[in-house]
């Protein structure tokens, strides 16, 4: 049976800010995103990340585009794309594809990656189309692994579907063989760990435009970081995505709204679902 993902839902999982906690109570995250002419995916997500709460921040860019990050996201840090001792085990979780690119050199990322970190991971756009082109490493994926591929990229991961409904089956079938927790980008979202699986109703058309998956790796991987389950991780991230994006519409229009403009109303959404307040119906269009 597939639930409804309701602001009650999120209220249980979400948990309010401790007065005496510190940037280390929240997560170390690090984001391996961005190529050349693809920066802006990689400001995105980590714009996004830094606005879900994650305590710190590292970004994994090439060197050449480093001031673009380091100007627009001051509160990121950097690590180039080139460094070869990248301890992945020292983060708290880790957020990969974001206009990455598909070069040989990004294949050999994510090949190390799966082999060295352990833990789950939020793995979306390039990285699983890297991985589609090399279906052996979905064998060797950890369990909890997050995928967040929209429809084309499930269908060229697990084969193609002829409708909505027989990817949302197949879905759930694959979460349960991997271990793994599938969001399932979409008009209504699925989130499934082959167990449970809900669909999403937050969000509208206005986020059917590049750079809206990208800020929704960001968000996924800062709760991810926070200590939440690799489940509630992809909850409240695609729960609160959409939650902006409807709040963002009583100042934008859908075709008028940027991701940005619903990253800078990531903090509504918080103040409203802790309080169990609903979007205000008083929109401007």
Known sequence: MIKKLSQSDIKLILKSRKPDSNKETYGHALL??????KMGAAAIAARACLRSGVGLLTVNIPSEERSILQISIPEAMIIDRESNEIDYPFFSAIGIGSGLGISKETQEIIIKLLGDYKHPMVIDADALNIISSNKKLLDIMPKGMILTPHSKEFDRLFGHHISTNERIKSAIKKAKEMRCIIVLKGHKT?????????????????????????????????????????????????????????????????????????????????KACLKNNQVPTDFCI
Do not use: C, R, W
């Open 32 to 37: 391996v995103v961005g190529s050349k002419g």
């Open 190 to 270: 699925i989130i499934t760990n082959g167990i449970e699986t809900f669909q999403n109703t937050t969000g509208n058309a206005g986020l059917a435009k590049g750079g809206s998956g990208d800020a929704l790796t960001g968000m996924i991987t800062a709760f991810l970081a926070s200590n939440y389950t690799p489940f509630e991780s992809a909850k409240l991230g695609v729960y609160l995505h959409g939650f902006a994006a409807d709040y963002t519409l009583k100042k934008q229009s859908m075709e008028s709204m940027l991701i940005t403009d619903i990253i800078e109303n990531i903090g509504y959404s918080f």
